[in-house]
Every structure is written in structure tokens, then in C-alpha cells.
T-cell receptor, first 115, second 115 residues
Framework: EPEVTQTPSHQVTQMGQEVILRCVPISNHLYFYWYRQILGQKVEFLVSFYNNEISEKSEIFDDQFSVERPDGSNFTLKIRSTKLEDSAMYFCASSESGRTYNEQFFGPGTRLTVL | KNQVEQSPQSLIILERKNCTLQ??????????LRWYKQDTGRGPVSLTIMTFSENTKSNGRYTATLDADTKQSSLHITASQLSDSASYIC??????????????FGQGTILTVHP
């Protein structure tokens, strides 16, 4: 069964460093999303992406964050200068369509630890 | 502000027993409500999706109900198994043309099933 994959599973970085989290969505899906979950807290929406541009973003998704679909299969989340509070589990998701009833399929997540 | 609240925060039951989890939301305009199962360290997996016109939906031993008037939903698990131990998250999607799939998550109910 097709699934969303994410790499790495765990990333440790120093404060101020740039990190890139990678995702491979399900191949026929056109809509892509990033979410994060700080330990012990709710999953929070970051950004949605369609047709090579951001379609919606939350207030969390500030200028330190960017997303890209560099090669038609990968979908990346870049954090330019990491802060301690960026430590969280980051989930990528994809969906076949943007219809209101669309099901989003989540990847296993990347645990980011900022020291 | 769109919010999703769940109760109880955690629940311990014995194997083969039934249980019911609750969800209240204040998302407007409402599009649909989903229940996800999240195993520790994994991404959420969809169990059910319901629109405002659906009162109940089943997926195997999982049955979700929705009362769009009172903005409440429940997830009933029948004949629980050890593998049901997980976090169960209520998620609501707002309607509206500018929303491309942004989901609002509850904090989850942590279910532990003991032998």
C-alpha cells in the first residue's frame, strides 16, 4: 500500500543551524502539508502546498520556514535558523485532492531536537 | 478561534471491554470531522471522516457519531484489543473556499488497554 515517507527519522542540530526535513508524498497526490507536534501538545498545522506554491499557512509558519518541491517527488521543509522552541515532531501529509472531504495521509514524522 | 476539545485526557480499560471517547468543537464553518489513531512515535492514521449530514460511521470495531447541532462527536471502541492502545485524536476541518485542507486537532485521548 502506498505511504508517505519522511527522512530523517531523527535530526539533532545546534541552535541557529539550518535544517531540511524531507518527505516523499504518495505518488498520485497533488496536495502536500506540514504539521508539527511539540512533545505533549496538539498537532498543529504549518502549511499546505499545491501546484508549486503555498496555498495556506499558519501564524507559526514565519520567515524562518520555507517549503519546496524540488524535483517532482520530494517535498521539503526548511528551517533557516533553528531555535530551541522548534524542537518537535514534524509530520508531512499528502492528499489526492483539495476537496473538503479529502483524506490526508500522514508520514511517520521526523523528530527534530534543537540543542 | 477554532478549537477542538477532547475528554477524557486518558483512559485505562481491560481487554475486550468497550469504551467511548468524547469530542467537542467550535470550528466554524464546519466541513467535516475526523477521528485519527496515533501510535507512539508515529503519524496519525485516519479512522473515520464524517460530514455534517452523517450521524454515525463505522470502521470495524470503531463507531463514530456526530451531532452537528451540539457540535459533539464520540468514538466508540468495541471489544478492545491490546493493539488499540494509542492516542485517539479528534480533528475538524473548517469549510470555506480559502481552506485547502487545514485541520484543527484536539489534544487526543490516550487509551491504554490492559490484559
Amino acid at each position: 500500500e502506498p505511504e508517505v515517507t519522511q527522512t530523517p527519522s531523527h535530526q539533532v542540530t545546534q541552535m541557529g543551524q539550518e535544517v531540511i526535513l524531507r518527505c516523499v508524498p504518495i505518488s498520485n497526490h497533488l496536495y502536500f502539508y506540514w504539521y508539527r507536534q511539540i512533545l505533549g501538545q496538539k498537532v498543529e498545522f504549518l502549511v499546505s502546498f499545491y501546484n508549486n506554491e503555498i496555498s495556506e499557512k499558519s501564524e507559526i509558519f514565519d520567515d524562518q520556514f520555507s517549503v519546496e518541491r524540488p524535483d517532482g517527488s520530494n517535498f521539503t521543509l526548511k528551517i533557516r535558523s533553528t531555535k530551541l522552541e522548534d524542537s518537535a515532531m514534524y509530520f508531512c501529509a499528502s492528499s489526492e485532492s483539495g476537496r473538503t472531504y479529502n483524506e490526508q495521509f500522514f508520514g511517520p514524522g521526523t523528530r527534530l531536537t534543537v540543542l | 478561534k477554532n478549537q477542538v476539545e477532547q475528554s477524557p485526557q486518558s483512559l485505562i480499560i481491560l481487554e475486550r471491554k468497550n469504551c467511548t471517547l468524547q469530542c467537542n468543537y467550535t470550528v466554524s464553518p464546519f466541513s467535516n470531522l475526523r477521528w485519527y489513531k496515533q501510535d507512539t512515535g508515529r503519524g496519525p492514521v485516519s479512522l473515520t471522516i464524517m460530514t455534517f449530514s452523517e450521524n454515525t460511521k463505522s470502521n470495524g470495531r470503531y463507531t463514530a457519531t456526530l451531532d452537528a447541532d451540539t457540535k459533539q462527536s464520540s468514538l466508540h471502541i468495541t471489544a478492545s484489543q491490546l493493539s488499540d492502545s494509542a492516542s485517539y485524536i479528534c480533528v475538524v476541518k473548517a469549510g470555506g473556499g480559502t481552506s485547502y485542507g487545514k485541520l484543527t486537532f484536539g489534544q487526543g485521548t490516550i487509551l491504554t488497554v490492559h490484559p
